[in-house]
């Protein structure tokens, strides 16, 4: 245990500029620049070590939504991400990975955060994804069983498909993840590619059983660096404080809270979603017919799903509103294509878009397609 003395109040943007050789902030924080080297440096050690080991580093954009002096919506724009944030994010997967490794060889109960690997299920779906943009996780060949079905619609329309069976043995690592976001990076299909491995992954919860970490190829792992936000990591502080001085760790069922924590931190998760979604919908309640450039993220046989680029939003334009043609979904090509012409539509294309509707209480956005000269 210790006592920490702030010396300073730092802004991630201050030291990412200092960092950077901005001669104002360099001797304003003259007495801190070797420490903010000196942790630039080992931080760019732990992240070499961790890509080392297969670690999986996605770099997906967040929204930040910005205000005026009056609270009024401005903008929405890409949230920053520069090395200060890279050096904290390293210091606590160091410090995290160092107490659940701690905590596990003294052979203390305790909350380990897991990832379990992917489905094979979810691995084959990307993998026929990603095969539509010429890349792949190189597994090799993949052995799946297709059974051709009918799907039999109300109002009596008969859809043909393939029921894809995957082989539960097939074998991914987080190195195989690893080489293609490193393949992709700086392309064009590395957004909507970014986004669809993230999908075929399972989500992190908390258990007291070790399955390890399969994102960052970590052994073992814990929550521990955030215990005023997080009550998993106030659990982890509280054993980690009896076991340094020597007590008997507070009695408590691991497995419940482990369940009842994963549950809540999805329902947080959700809650924050359905907020930025309402700002969103509201900032763009007032722009009713203005045009924007898109991509497509997503096709489903409703439509197409859009993601503004300059603003973070998406909307849907339905498939039935698509000029031109009758569109139909081709479910195992993951396409929408025109009866007559044969022009298809797929996520990763690039569209430009005119905003026709919005519903701030669903959080919906409806956008018509304006068709390329």
Same mark, same amino acid.
């Given at each position: 245990?210790?006592?920490?003395?702030?010396?300073?109040?730092?802004? $991630?943007?201050?030291?990412?500029?200092?960092?950077?050789?901005?001669?104002?902030?360099?001797?304003?924080?003259?007495?801190?620049?070797?420490?903010?080297?000196?942790?630039?440096?080992?931080?760019?050690?732990?992240?070499?070590?961790?890509?080392?080991?297969?670690?999986?580093?996605?770099?997906?954009?967040?929204?930040?939504?910005?205000?005026?002096?009056?609270?009024?919506?401005?903008?929405?724009?890409? &949230? %920053?991400?520069?090395?200060?944030?890279?050096?904290?994010?390293?210091?606590?997967?160091?410090?995290?990975?160092?107490?659940?490794?701690?905590?596990?060889?003294?052979?203390?109960?305790?909350?380990?955060?897991?990832?379990?690997?992917?489905?094979?299920?979810?691995?084959?779906?990307?993998?026929?994804?990603?095969?539509?943009?010429?890349?792949?996780?190189?597994?090799?060949?993949?052995?799946?069983?297709?059974?051709?079905?009918?799907?039999?619609?109300?109002?009596?329309?008969?859809?043909?498909?393939?029921?894809?069976?995957?082989?539960?043995?097939?074998?991914?690592?987080?190195?195989?993840?690893?080489?293609?976001?490193?393949?992709?990076?700086?392309?064009?299909?590395?957004?909507?590619?970014?986004?669809?491995?993230?999908?075929?992954?399972?989500?992190?919860?908390?258990?007291?059983?070790?399955?390890?970490?399969?994102?960052? &190829?970590?052994?073992?792992?814990?929550?521990?660096?955030?215990?005023?936000?997080? $009550? %998993?990591?106030?659990?982890?502080?509280?054993?980690?404080?009896?076991?340094?001085?020597?007590?008997?760790?507070?009695?408590?069922?691991?497995?419940?809270?482990?369940?009842?924590?994963?549950?809540?931190?999805?329902?947080?998760?959700?809650?924050?979603?359905?907020?930025?979604?309402?700002?969103?919908?509201?900032?763009?309640?007032?722009?009713?017919?203005?045009?924007? /450039? &898109?991509?497509?993220?997503?096709?489903?046989?409703?439509?197409?799903?859009?993601?503004?680029? /300059?603003?973070?939003?998406?909307?849907?334009?339905?498939?039935?509103?698509?000029?031109?043609?009758?569109?139909?979904?081709?479910?195992?090509?993951?396409?929408?294509?025109? &009866?007559?012409?044969?022009?298809?539509?797929?996520?990763?294309?690039?569209?430009?878009?005119?905003?026709?509707?919005?519903?701030?209480?669903?959080?919906?956005?409806?956008?018509?397609?304006?068709?390329?000269?």
């Amino acid at each position: 245990k210790g006592i920490i003395r702030s010396a300073a109040r730092l802004t $991630y943007t201050a030291v990412a500029l200092a960092l950077e050789g901005d001669p104002g902030l360099r001797e304003r924080y003259a007495g801190l620049v070797p420490q903010l080297e000196l942790m630039q440096e080992l931080a760019l050690i732990l992240n070499r070590k961790r890509m080392r080991r297969g670690s999986i580093d996605f770099d997906l954009p967040e929204p930040l939504i910005e205000f005026d002096e009056f609270g009024e919506m401005t903008g929405i724009t890409r &949230a %920053p991400r520069n090395i200060a944030h890279r050096i904290i994010e390293e210091f606590m997967l160091a410090a995290n990975e160092a107490v659940a490794l701690h905590l596990e060889a003294a052979g203390v109960p305790f909350l380990y955060r897991i990832h379990e690997p992917p489905d094979p299920a979810k691995v084959i779906e990307f993998e026929e994804l990603a095969a539509s943009f010429g890349h792949s996780l190189g597994l090799g060949p993949l052995r799946v069983k297709r059974f051709p079905v009918v799907d039999r619609k109300r109002d009596g329309r008969k859809i043909r498909k393939d029921l894809v069976l995957a082989d539960e043995s097939l074998k991914v690592t987080p190195r195989h993840y690893q080489r293609l976001i490193a393949k992709i990076e700086g392309k064009p299909e590395e957004r909507i590619l970014s986004y669809l491995m993230l999908r075929s992954l399972k989500q992190a919860r908390y258990s007291p059983d070790n399955t390890g970490h399969f994102a960052l &190829a970590a052994p073992a792992y814990t929550h521990f660096t955030s215990p005023i936000r997080r $009550y %998993p990591d106030l659990v982890v502080h509280r054993i980690l404080s009896a076991l340094l001085e020597g007590k008997r760790p507070p009695d408590q069922d691991l497995a419940f809270l482990g369940e009842h924590c994963s549950f809540t931190e999805r329902r947080a998760a959700e809650a924050e979603r359905e907020l930025v979604e309402w700002k969103k919908a509201k900032f763009m309640a007032e722009r009713l017919g203005d045009e924007f /450039d &898109a991509l497509v993220v997503s096709v489903t046989k409703y439509g197409l799903f859009v993601e503004l680029l /300059d603003l973070f939003v998406e909307g849907l334009i339905p498939i039935e509103l698509i000029p031109g043609d009758r569109y139909q979904f081709q479910e195992n090509a993951r396409r929408i294509i025109g &009866a007559r012409t044969r022009r298809i539509y797929k996520a990763g294309d690039t569209v430009r878009v005119r905003l026709d509707r919005v519903d701030v209480l669903a959080r919906q956005l409806q956008f018509s397609l304006i068709p390329s000269r």
